[in-house]
């Protein structure tokens, strides 16, 4: 069947077939590096960009010193001028590929670069990246951006990868783009120009906002790819049947070398486009194979680069009377031959039949083969497999004669949706079957020898012996107990005081609950009624090696997750592993194998010295009254929400909204209603978790909920309505207001209607902006604080949970005049780090107690595919950053403790919230403790006051 050729792919084939330059490639190295030197390869991958090769089209580049840094490199790039006829079918442009692969940029926001102008004409670039998909013309997959310098001046440029989302101006296309699979970064340029000179250097990748988080993967090399199918080997003495000498123009000699038959190919450089073609009698027709890759094994004999050609056609050529022509029923691809070199070669003759999602953080290792891609050119997106016409190889212009060894031609598996990896990967007891490590569980009665050992010690686990009642520091000194937790400062230090008046410090644990143990099966119902299963991901069910039986006892630990934040699917079964290991381990019913752990775990909490759980606890442990606690809120309802156009869990509360009290009055409601309000061992609530409320990498982000609600109608957006009130005020008339803002609004009732400027800013929106940002934070947090404590007047208001890639100065200050204590999440190396801990310099000004409300280290030396936020080496790594990471919050004056996320491991299969898979707990899936972490965790702990105050 004929596929739809897209815009973008006629005119690759316009650029690659008229142009008698031919993706020269350029005469520099094959690996370029952008950033502190041109052929070093950093082992920073978040601070440059790889290239494996760089391809110029009408243009020209060169390697020169860095104008503005002298120990640096830069690249100047002079595009060829286009006519305004040519406009249509000449785009000069270099293109940069990755070092091997594919770019996973998926954990990145933005690309940064300085492009310096050196001419006296502004010089008008546009900046286009592309994914695997883009790559064979899907627009909605390439990503364009362009930028205007300016004569003679040198501006950092950022390329925000959901800047088409966002509706920011200049940008267009790439609303699907995959950020794990990129395959190109191109700069270019649209007619009609003059001819146009840049030079760039400092490239950057930028963090994204939000939990984007990619690790590394683990490869493992499988050798030569497996066949589906021989189309030929050349095995007969005589040249393949398959070669039609009336359709090339190359010279074929068959040979024999070390016992293997291949025919050697000479490409003339008296032909403009020398060529074979393999063609049968009749079509091949390969639908049978499903996904597949059309490989080619070549040997290129030579000491020099070959640029090699491939085009494949789904009906005859034109010089036989079809259709084919290279773009029409063809798809047409190009791939460089290394010098003396012998590998495989494989072209994706389309698009494959839907991507397999596997909703894992992060994957389980991958198979990597010796292929090399044939990177798609020009032509149709997807070929009809059932009728082959012909393959042809060919070379554009040689400067001289050229000869390769061709072996055979075959088909192989998909090698970019190869899923056998996937089979199987976790045991019965959710462990990874791929590898060993010390806490691996391997039998039934391995767990219940853990559990006797557990049941032992059972309730004989006390506080350390420096601790009063509530956890405070029993050898310091004694202040005024008010029954609750407060806070006050002793000695330029903030701190908390413990309802005995004893000075106390907050370290524990987040998340000690089985709500974030449960995993996705891939099983969904057809009849929500009738809980017929279905397979609804074949991929997700294959990953489990055993799932119970619905007559099996360890099935009540099945579940029914409604709503999936981001995954294979939206919604399904869920499995927890860690609880069905709790009932072997106990060897009793679901119920009792609660109760166990809930005692085993406030007995580990004593023993290893924390003096709170942290947050998320499951609500059993209310009460207990061992351990200090805090309680968490969330505000839902229908009230109206603002978006930054940068959400990650999703926009945030429109606090303007009168409804929005209502919301927030619920959720207090609801939080009371779970806890005593008389409680001593409660610490606080906590408000709410990583609100996109914004943050300072960049203009666009910093300002984004401004500009959004700005775009808004006043009828339609309460926040909007008090914005343009608070304007009025301010600027009496729309003509003041145009004059700081340098605007041409037409009338306040225009401006009421929407104001959608997404441009940079000038200088007076920027003034403007910053204050309408802290104006919308004081509103939502006077609301939370206010029904708060209405309901739990004696107890501390924790904040919001700030993110590093959610906070500004603004917001910040304006939460400052509300709670009782900042709360921040940072995942970091420490305290100290100037990057994620930006907010950092606002300590002495907002001058209130702060913790940090999470932060881990992980590995993947346990099974687990993905180290979390922050990866180090291995387990003994975690054990000294954790005691690294808590000096630094306990030498800070302005905080009062921090808490590691979290108690469990996450599945090897994904949360089934959002698929994380990481090695976070003190525990892994089968209850089993980290002995490093825990070893560090308790020697901090024992020290942990006589460093805060005497230290």
Same mark, same amino acid.
């Not at 107690?849 to 595919?865: K, N, V, Y």
């Given at each position: 069947?004929?596929?739809?050729?897209? *815009?973008?792919?006629?005119?690759?084939?316009?650029?690659? $077939?008229?142009?008698?330059?031919?993706?020269?490639?350029?005469?520099?190295?094959?690996?370029?590096?952008?950033?502190?030197?041109?052929?070093?390869?950093?082992?920073?991958?978040?601070?440059?960009?790889?290239?494996?090769?760089?391809?110029?089209?009408?243009?020209?580049?060169?390697?020169?010193?860095?104008?503005?840094? +002298?120990?640096?490199?830069?690249?100047?790039?002079?595009?060829?001028?286009?006519?305004?006829?040519?406009?249509?079918?000449?785009?000069?442009?270099?293109?940069?590929?990755?070092?091997?692969?594919?770019?996973?940029?998926?954990?990145?926001?933005?690309?940064?670069?300085?492009?310096?102008? +050196?001419? !006296?004409?502004?010089?008008?670039?546009?900046?286009?990246?592309?994914?695997?998909?883009?790559?064979?013309?899907?627009?909605?997959?390439?990503?364009?951006?362009?930028? $205007?310098?300016?004569?003679?001046?040198?501006? &950092?440029?950022?390329?925000? #990868?959901?800047?088409?989302?966002?509706?920011? !101006?200049?940008? @267009?296309?790439?609303?699907?783009?995959?950020?794990?699979?990129?395959?190109?970064?191109?700069?270019?340029?649209?007619?009609?120009?003059?001819?146009?000179?840049?030079?760039?250097?400092?490239?950057?990748?930028?963090?994204?906002?939000?939990?984007?988080?990619?690790?590394?993967?683990?490869?493992?090399?499988?050798?030569?790819?497996?066949?589906?199918?021989?189309?030929?080997? #050349?095995?007969?003495?005589?040249?393949?049947?398959?070669?039609?000498?009336?359709?090339?123009?190359? &010279?074929?000699?068959?040979?024999?070398?070390?016992?293997?038959?291949?025919?050697?190919?000479?490409?003339?450089?008296?032909?403009?486009?020398?060529?074979?073609?393999?063609?049968?009698?009749?079509?091949?027709?390969?639908?049978?194979?499903?996904?597949?890759?059309?490989?080619?094994?070549?040997?290129?004999?030579?000491?020099?680069?070959?640029?090699?050609?491939?085009?494949?056609?789904?009906?005859?050529?034109?010089?036989?009377?079809?259709?084919?022509?290279?773009?029409?029923?063809?798809?047409?691809?190009?791939?460089?031959?290394?010098?003396?070199?012998?590998?495989?070669?494989?072209?994706?003759?389309?698009?494959?039949?839907?991507?397999?999602?596997?909703?894992?953080?992060?994957?389980?290792?991958?198979?990597?083969?010796?292929?090399?891609?044939?990177?798609?050119?020009?032509?149709?997106?997807?070929?009809?497999?059932?009728?082959?016409?012909?393959?042809?190889?060919?070379?554009?212009?040689?400067?001289?004669?050229?000869?390769?060894?061709?072996?055979?031609?075959?088909?192989?598996?998909?090698?970019? &949706?190869?899923?056998?990896?996937?089979?199987?990967?976790?045991?019965?007891?959710?462990?990874?079957?791929?590898?060993?490590?010390?806490?691996? =569980?391997?039998?039934?009665?391995?767990?219940?020898?853990?559990?006797?050992?557990?049941?032992?010690?059972?309730?004989?686990?006390?506080?350390?012996?420096?601790?009063?009642?509530?956890?405070?520091?029993?050898?310091?000194?004694?202040?005024?107990?008010?029954?609750?937790?407060?806070?006050?400062?002793?000695?330029?230090?903030?701190?908390?005081?413990?309802?005995?008046?004893?000075?106390?410090?907050?370290?524990?644990?987040?998340?000690?609950?089985?709500?974030?143990?449960?995993? =996705?099966?891939?099983?969904?119902?057809?009849?929500?009624?009738?809980?017929?299963?279905?397979?609804?991901?074949?991929?997700?069910?294959?990953?489990?090696? @055993?799932?119970?039986?619905?007559?099996?006892?360890?099935?009540?630990?099945?579940?029914?997750?409604?709503?999936?934040?981001?995954?294979?699917?939206?919604?399904?079964?869920?499995?927890?592993?860690?609880?069905?290991?709790?009932?072997?381990?106990?060897?009793?019913? *679901?119920?009792?194998?609660?109760?166990?752990?809930?005692?085993?775990?406030?007995?580990?909490?004593?023993?290893?010295?924390?003096?709170?759980?942290?947050?998320? $606890?499951?609500?059993?442990?209310?009460?207990?009254?061992?351990?200090?606690?805090?309680?968490?809120?969330?505000?839902?309802?229908?009230?109206?929400?603002?978006? &930054?156009?940068? !959400?990650? @869990?999703?926009?945030?509360?429109?606090?303007?909204?009168?409804?929005?009290?209502?919301?927030?009055?619920?959720?207090?409601?609801?939080?009371?209603?779970?806890?005593?309000?008389?409680?001593?061992?409660?610490?606080?609530?906590?408000?709410?978790?990583?609100?996109?409320?914004?943050?300072?990498?960049?203009?666009?982000?910093?300002?984004?909920?401004?500009?959004?609600?700005?775009?808004?109608?006043?009828?339609?957006?309460?926040?909007?309505?008090?914005?343009?009130?608070?304007?009025?005020?301010?600027?009496?008339?729309?003509?003041?207001?145009?004059?700081?803002?340098?605007?041409?609004?037409?009338?306040?009732?225009?401006?009421?209607?929407?104001?959608?400027?997404?441009?940079?800013?000038?200088?007076?929106?920027?003034?403007?902006?910053?204050?309408?940002?802290?104006?919308?934070?004081?509103?939502?947090?006077?609301?939370?604080?206010?029904?708060?404590?209405?309901?739990?007047?004696?107890?501390?208001?924790?904040?919001?949970?700030?993110?590093?890639?959610?906070?500004?100065?603004?917001?910040?200050?304006?939460?400052?005049?509300?709670?009782?204590?900042?709360?921040?999440?940072?995942?970091?190396?420490?305290?100290?780090?100037?990057?994620?801990?930006?907010?950092?310099?606002?300590?002495?000004?907002?001058?209130?107690?702060?913790?940090?409300?999470?932060?881990? #280290?992980?590995?993947?030396?346990?099974?687990?595919?993905?180290? /979390?936020?922050?990866?180090?080496?291995?387990?003994?790594?975690?054990?000294?950053?954790?005691?690294?990471?808590?000096?630094?919050?306990?030498?800070?004056?302005?905080?009062? /403790?921090?808490?590691?996320?979290?108690?469990?491991?996450?599945?090897?299969?994904?949360?089934?919230?959002?698929?994380?898979?990481?090695?976070?707990?003190?525990?892994?899936?089968?209850?089993?403790?980290?002995?490093?972490?825990?070893?560090?965790?308790?020697?901090?702990?024992?020290?942990?006051?006589?460093?805060?105050?005497?230290?």
């Amino acid at each position: 069947m004929r596929t739809r050729k897209t *815009k973008i792919a006629i005119l690759l084939s316009s650029i690659v $077939i008229t142009n008698s330059g031919n993706f020269a490639v350029a005469d520099i190295n094959d690996t370029l590096i952008f950033k502190d030197e041109i052929t070093t390869i950093s082992k920073e991958p978040h601070n440059f960009i790889e290239w494996q090769s760089t391809k110029t089209h009408h243009a020209k580049i060169r390697i020169e010193n860095n104008i503005n840094s +002298p120990d640096k490199n830069s690249v100047e790039i002079s595009f060829d001028a286009v006519s305004d006829e040519d406009k249509n079918t000449l785009w000069p442009s270099v293109r940069f590929s990755p070092n091997a692969g594919t770019w996973n940029w998926n954990a990145k926001g933005s690309l940064k670069l300085d492009i310096t102008n +050196p001419t !006296d004409q502004p010089a008008n670039i546009i900046m286009k990246l592309v994914d695997s998909t883009g790559q064979v013309g899907v627009i909605d997959n390439q990503l364009n951006y362009s930028v $205007i310098i300016e004569p003679g001046k040198t501006q &950092t440029v950022e390329m925000l #990868f959901n800047g088409s989302k966002r509706q920011l !101006d200049n940008y @267009w296309g790439g609303e699907q783009i995959d950020l794990r699979q990129l395959v190109e970064f191109q700069l270019y340029v649209q007619g009609p120009a003059e001819r146009q000179t840049v030079i760039i250097d400092n490239l950057d990748l930028i963090d994204a906002s939000g939990d984007f988080i990619a690790a590394d993967e683990r490869i493992i090399n499988a050798g030569p790819v497996p066949t589906l199918a021989l189309i030929d080997d #050349f095995s007969d003495d005589n040249t393949s049947g398959l070669i039609r000498p009336s359709l090339s123009t190359a &010279t074929i000699k068959p040979q024999t070398q070390s016992g293997d038959k291949r025919f050697t190919v000479t490409f003339s450089a008296t032909e403009a486009y020398p060529n074979i073609t393999f063609q049968p009698d009749e079509p091949w027709n390969w639908s049978e194979y499903g996904n597949f890759n059309l490989a080619l094994d070549i040997e290129n004999p030579a000491s020099e680069t070959i640029q090699l050609f491939v085009r494949v056609d789904q009906a005859k050529n034109t010089e036989s009377g079809g259709t084919a022509d290279g773009v029409t029923d063809s798809i047409s691809g190009y791939v460089t031959l290394k010098p003396n070199s012998d590998g495989t070669y494989y072209l994706a003759l389309g698009q494959s039949s839907g991507t397999m999602t596997s909703g894992l953080r992060s994957e389980p290792p991958k198979l990597s083969y010796d292929a090399h891609a044939i990177s798609f050119g020009w032509g149709e997106t997807k070929l009809d497999t059932s009728q082959i016409h012909s393959i042809q190889l060919y070379l554009q212009n040689p400067t001289k004669d050229v000869d390769i060894a061709v072996k055979s031609i075959r088909l192989i598996p998909d090698l970019d &949706t190869e899923i056998t990896r996937y089979k199987d990967i976790v045991d019965r007891y959710g462990q990874f079957t791929g590898d060993e490590w010390p806490e691996k =569980i391997h039998s039934d009665e391995q767990l219940v020898r853990a559990g006797q050992e557990a049941l032992k010690t059972l309730g004989h686990a006390s506080p350390m012996a420096d601790r009063c009642k509530y956890g405070g520091w029993k050898q310091g000194p004694k202040l005024d107990g008010t029954g609750f937790f407060r806070t006050t400062k002793v000695d330029g230090k903030w701190t908390l005081v413990d309802p005995k008046g004893c000075l106390f410090f907050m370290t524990g644990l987040d998340n000690v609950r089985m709500d974030d143990t449960v995993t =996705i099966t891939g099983i969904d119902y057809d009849d929500a009624n009738s809980k017929a299963p279905v397979i609804a991901s074949e991929l997700r069910h294959s990953m489990f090696e @055993w799932l119970p039986e619905q007559s099996d006892p360890l099935a009540v630990n099945y579940d029914y997750a409604p709503f999936v934040h981001s995954g294979a699917l939206k919604q399904g079964e869920v499995f927890s592993f860690y609880r069905a290991n709790l009932m072997r381990k106990f060897d009793t019913d *679901k119920h009792q194998a609660m109760q166990i752990w809930k005692n085993v775990t406030l007995d580990r909490m004593n023993d290893w010295g924390f003096t709170t759980l942290g947050n998320w $606890i499951d609500p059993m442990f209310y009460g207990s009254e061992r351990i200090a606690y805090q309680v968490h809120g969330w505000i839902n309802g229908s009230h109206k929400r603002i978006s &930054t156009g940068n !959400d990650y @869990w999703g926009p945030i509360h429109d606090p303007f909204d009168p409804e929005f009290i209502n919301s927030a009055k619920a959720m207090a409601q609801e939080v009371a209603s779970k806890v005593s309000v008389n409680d001593p061992w409660l610490v606080g609530v906590f408000v709410d978790n990583e609100i996109s409320w914004g943050n300072v990498m960049n203009e666009a982000n910093h300002f984004g909920l401004i500009v959004n609600t700005l775009s808004y109608s006043s009828q339609e957006s309460p926040a909007k309505a008090a914005f343009s009130q608070s304007l009025k005020t301010k600027y009496s008339t729309i003509k003041a207001l145009n004059q700081a803002w340098q605007t041409g609004i037409k009338s306040w009732d225009s401006f009421d209607l929407s104001f959608n400027h997404r441009s940079a800013l000038t200088d007076g929106m920027r003034e403007d902006y910053s204050d309408l940002l802290q104006m919308l934070s004081e509103q939502y947090f006077s609301i939370v604080q206010a029904e708060v404590k209405r309901v739990l007047p004696n107890h501390l208001y924790l904040g919001a949970r700030f993110a590093d890639w959610g906070i500004t100065p603004e917001i910040a200050r304006g939460a400052a005049k509300y709670v009782d204590v900042m709360s921040y999440n940072l995942y970091a190396n420490d305290l100290d780090d100037s990057k994620k801990a930006h907010w950092k310099d606002l300590l002495p000004e907002l001058d209130k107690p702060s913790m940090i409300g999470e932060f881990h #280290f992980g590995a993947t030396d346990t099974g687990l595919f993905h180290g /979390g936020i922050i990866t180090v080496a291995d387990q003994p790594e975690r054990a000294k950053m954790y005691t690294h990471y808590m000096d630094s919050v306990l030498n800070n004056p302005y905080f009062v /403790g921090a808490h590691w996320f979290q108690y469990l491991d996450s599945p090897a299969t994904g949360r089934a919230w959002d698929g994380e898979n990481y090695n976070i707990g003190f525990v892994t899936v089968a209850d089993e403790p980290y002995v490093e972490l825990i070893k560090a965790a308790k020697q901090f702990n024992a020290q942990l006051y006589d460093k805060r105050f005497k230290g």
